[in-house]
């Protein structure tokens, strides 16, 4: 069953479309949200999105509150990101085996609890870390879970002239809960409190609960064989990666961009040294700010790329853009041109991110799409993890604007090797 298949009774009529003309050529293509399916798993998505970002800042503050060390800080990041690795690769395989609505389900459910579970304990005073490092844990776990069930779901919801669009969409509603997220919780906090900061994220994953129940059923498809997802199937994911060239670049693509040329762990160097002059809280503010913001302005204007057919070619310029935007900001001293080259770097990553996504959905067959979900999950979150270390050892050997620059310039020859090295990526097309 694909995606025409799947939502053949919900689905408007009229696949023949007029060409989009003036500001429709450029602005974001909302083709996708005229299926019921897709718009109830965006919307989910869309309240997702914003709560979970009011718990990313609630959880470390907290902590922060309770041991005036930024230490324990770091150490809950790393408490998080060991389960939302492990328990990704996992969901990816479970979701390659199991009705995904019903995994969402289940996931989406969890998360609730667990952010229920986050607003009791602020609420009765506990004041222990360990239960903050536990809940933590356990709800970057269930979010691993849900995460390749969610995006491998896409390409049932909605035909494959439509997934560049919908990638646009999804991922324009995640960049903009990073920025709205972290400022309405700042805004928040000193209002209201961290308990009922908490109890609001819990509230709208009832919400999301709800969509996620209105979606129809998507089982494994006719003919696929009955597995079990345990540590044979993920492997066998792995090896479905290397076995397929374009699937393989495309997840090199983000790693190259990701752990060469993500320099956030620079920003508070840069701010208190090179931009000192303008403020270092506004300077550290808008740095941190520039590249989520400049992704959010990328998915507006999504019209002028998301029909693009060449997917290899997008994400080859994408990177490289990347890669120069981020070079731009390394030799810049002024901090306003700063800000506009990690917008332009934004910009880029949206680009990447759309058509990276294109690729493993269509690329794939349904019943790896999960695990290949799985895998771009653990790329996404541990890349600018390693970059956070790779970045502050570079910039503490070089400097921070010639480790920034420099990480660009890699950016540019590696994927430009990459390129011409291997020609399944230029060549890919839908």
Not at 33 to 57: D, F, H, K
Not at 269 to 285: C, D, I, R, V
Not at 351 to 371: C, H, K, P, Q
Request: hydrophobic share 55%; charged share 15%; net charge positive.
């Amino acid at each position: 069953m694909d995606a025409s298949e799947s939502t053949t009774e919900e689905r408007e009529p009229g696949p023949q479309e007029p060409r989009r003309r003036g500001r429709r050529r450029w602005a974001m293509d909302t083709r996708p949200l005229r299926r019921p399916a897709y718009r109830r798993l965006w919307g989910s998505t869309l309240v997702t999105a914003v709560g979970s970002q009011l718990t990313a800042v609630a959880v470390p503050k907290q902590i922060y509150d309770i041991t005036g060390s930024s230490a324990w800080v770091g150490a809950a990041s790393l408490a998080g990101l060991v389960p939302l690795i492990v328990f990704a690769l996992w969901g990816g395989a479970i979701a390659d085996t199991m009705d995904r609505r019903k995994l969402l389900l289940i996931t989406n459910s969890g998360i609730a609890v667990t952010s229920l579970l986050f607003w009791l304990q602020a609420f009765a005073g506990l004041d222990s870390v360990a239960a903050l490092m536990l809940l933590l844990a356990v709800q970057q776990a269930f979010w691993g879970l849900n995460a390749p069930a969610r995006n491998a779901s896409i390409a049932r919801l909605v035909p494959e002239d439509e997934l560049p669009a919908a990638g646009a969409l999804g991922s324009t509603v995640m960049q903009t809960g990073q920025v709205a997220g972290p400022l309405l919780a700042g805004a928040l906090i000193p209002v209201i409190g961290l308990p009922v900061l908490y109890l609001i994220d819990a509230v709208a994953l009832c919400v999301t609960v709800w969509a996620v129940y209105r979606l129809p059923p998507l089982p494994p498809q006719a003919g696929t064989a009955v597995r079990r997802a345990g540590v044979k199937e993920i492997a066998a994911g792995f090896r479905y990666i290397s076995g397929h060239t374009v699937l393989l670049l495309s997840f090199l693509a983000d790693i190259v961009a990701m752990v060469l040329g993500m320099p956030r762990a620079l920003f508070p160097q840069l701010a208190s040294q090179t931009y000192a002059p303008y403020g270092e809280g506004l300077a550290l503010g808008l740095l941190f700010a520039a590249i989520p913001v400049g992704a959010v302005l990328g998915g507006l204007f999504s019209g002028t790329f998301s029909r693009a057919r060449r997917q290899g070619w997008m994400v080859i310029g994408a990177v490289v853009a990347w890669g120069v935007a981020i070079t731009g900001f390394g030799l810049s001293r002024n901090l306003w041109i700063a800000v506009a080259f990690l917008a332009l770097a934004g910009v880029a990553d949206m680009v990447s991110m759309v058509f990276r996504g294109v690729i493993l959905l269509s690329a794939a067959t349904d019943e790896m799409r999960g695990r290949m979900q799985g895998v771009f999950t653990v790329v996404v979150a541990g890349g600018p993890r390693l970059a956070d270390v790779l970045h502050g050892t570079a910039g503490s050997a070089f400097g921070p604007r010639a480790a920034v620059a420099g990480g660009g310039l890699l950016v540019v020859a590696v994927m430009l090797v990459l390129a011409a090295a291997v020609p399944a990526l230029r060549r890919f097309r839908v």
